[in-house]
């Protein structure tokens, strides 16, 4: 029985920009995970790997606040006499909680397309399969990834031009979070399992003289 791509149910067409943005960091940070060879390994892998996925979480998160609705308290008076303020730059109108396009109604936006190719056929994107990731926590990860990908482009705020509401903001965070947990959880090198054998039946035919 072949398993479901973890990809299905994405919709692949839509014109926030924002979430494009964050589903292109969550698909530079699978691709970094799909190459690893620890992640073969049954046991676990180190600090330092499990260092690098919190903190690559974490980015997920900062641009998910950065795309969450927040716009300013200025009217559109003030915001349209500091865009004609000529001593002003653009480091007086960055704005740390939001994007600017809250403040303001923009253009309509085209549809953009998802620009990946989710069936399992990228070699870059490969499906997390027991045979091509024997660590059970590592595929659970990157199949979370993959839903976070897929929850992103369900959002009914997919339809506008930049943000996400602060509802959905919540939702997705909550499934960073639950990777989060994975790994402070099952990550490093202190929740590895003790694996007495590692080298399981069907690799044997893989072995010097090996045979099935």
Known sequence: M????TFTGANVEFPNTGIHALLA???KFRKQLTVRQEFRSQSGWDNALNNYMVRELEKL???LENITYYPDDATQEELEA????????????YNTRSLSYDNVVMPTSRPRKVVWD??????DIPQMTPAVCPNDTARTFISGLDMIFVELTRLDARHQPQMVTKYESVMIRNLLGYLYTLCQRKGGEDNKSDIPVGTMPSQEAATYNGTS
Request: charged share 30%; proline share 4%; net charge negative.
């Open 2 to 5: 072949v398993a479901e791509n």
């Open 61 to 63: 998160g900062d641009t």
């Open 118 to 123: 989710l069936s399992g056929a990228d070699p």
């Open 82 to 93: 500091n865009a004609a303020d000529t001593t002003r730059s653009l480091a007086d109108d």
């Open 25 to 27: 960091e969550t698909m």
